[in-house]
């Protein structure tokens, strides 16, 4: 009998702060695999309550973050703790506490801040083999100035193994030197147990909701949620779907930040034209709330066209609900997720008339139940390679290739 998957290996995980992305993941790979994972925090930022300036509010997740599998917080001497400056993380005892517990191998997110590269140097004076994890894209970039290639190939070099996350991000560690045998696919994935579009409470919560929007249960609902700020484009999305004005269709728009205000004003101003499909607003949604909110819509849209959307986990939230996607071919994930025509459908970030184009063929796809059905099966088919297996895959075959 072969030994279980990672026997024998201890692994320390650098991590910001715990997240509703990464923490069902750990949890996942202590319940299905027998590494040793101990995950070092930074920052609480999630845990504890904080205000996040672009939601605009003082939260928490309402999910658990911590349980299931090991980890420990390493106090944080920054006096503005956060991802937005180089000191933001930093946290002199990490070194020591990861050099206590006597890792085999460390599992990095994240290189530009403080604590991260205090790390690095600890891992290649002890002959740790590093492991990293990111998800940056070079989409509507262009190419990086000679120092910036200078600098990232420099550092890239002391990695032993990456963990990218799609297509683009694999390009992205290319251009800067990175060998085809250091890259392995481990892709993004989301907690299936949470969104699960066969659980009876989201349904019915999304057919509250509905009802409360007072919505008609036959429209076509186009939904946009998240952080209401300018570079997810939500203004533009709500200008495109009010230019459509396609009957038995509507908009619903969830999250809050700096852009609510004029969206709402947007939406005001034709609330009164006769016919004009409705829009309609909810808050903040916390982590647990999600899968109704995805339920009530018929087609999720993520129209960022900056180089803000690393990947779109939001996508894969919708996707394993069974909800097709409308994105721009600037998001991170949709090389991988979003095939136009098949799994979902796809605009020119460089045409300004696009959006509204390929929001009235994917209206006019989902007014088919042929097309519905098809697209269905499809995005069924692709969300399953995006699951806490493969990405775990990835990992034991980078920490296999790191070993040797």
Known sequence: MSAAPGTGIRLAAVLSHPTQYYSPWFRWLRSHTALELRVFYLWDFGVAQRHDPNFGKTFEWDVDLLS???SQFVPNASGNPGAEHFLGFNNPDLTA????????????????????????AWARRRRVPILFRGDSHLLGRGSPGWHVRLALRALFSQFASFLYVGAANREYFEAFGVPPRKLFFAPHSVNAELFDRGNPGHRAEAARLRAQLGLDPAAKVVLFAGKL??????AELLGAFMELGMAGTAMVLVGDGPEKERLQAMASERAGVPGAPPVRFLPFANQ???????????????PSRGVYETWGLAVNEAMHMGVPCLV????????????????????????????????????????SAQRRDEIGRAVDSRMSGYTYAKTTDGLLAALAASRK
């Open 328 to 367: 721009s071919d600037r998001v991170g994930c949709q090389r991988d997720l979003v095939t136009h025509g098949e799994t979902g459908w796809v605009f020119d970030s460089a045409d300004p008339k696009a959006l509204a184009r390929s929001l009235s063929a994917a209206l006019a796809d989902l007014g």
């Open 97 to 120: 506490q990861m050099g206590a517990w006597r890792p085999d191998a460390m599992l990095l997110f994240g290189y530009k801040w403080a604590s991260h590269l205090r790390a690095i």
């Open 68 to 70: 299931g599998y090991d």
């Open 288 to 302: 647990s709330e999600m899968p109704s909110r995805y339920l009530l819509a018929d087609i999720f849209v993520l």
């Open 229 to 234: 700020v300018a570079a997810k484009q939500p």
